[in-house]
């Protein structure tokens, strides 16, 4: 994206694979990634965004809202 008078912004929209998909396949994915972000790098700003599947660990209280009931634990 170049806006006028603006550091150039390369935004990256992922969606990782599940956590149980074969490690051949998040392989190939995590490569493709750092291979956008190194072409991206000397351009200026980078931003990713998406499904990135990150696993989330349990909660340290029964007050936190910030992690649903389908997290894994």
Known sequence: MK???INPIT??????PAAYAI???????????ENEV??????????ILGDLNARILSKIS???TSK???TFH
């Open 3 to 5: 806006l006028k008078g």
């Open 68 to 70: 649903g009931q389908y």
């Open 38 to 47: 190194r072409k991206a790098k000397s351009k200026g700003f980078i931003i």
């Open 11 to 16: 935004i990256i929209n992922v969606y990782a």
């Open 23 to 33: 490690e051949a396949e998040k392989d190939k994915f995590y490569k493709l990634l």
């Open 62 to 64: 029964e007050e936190e």
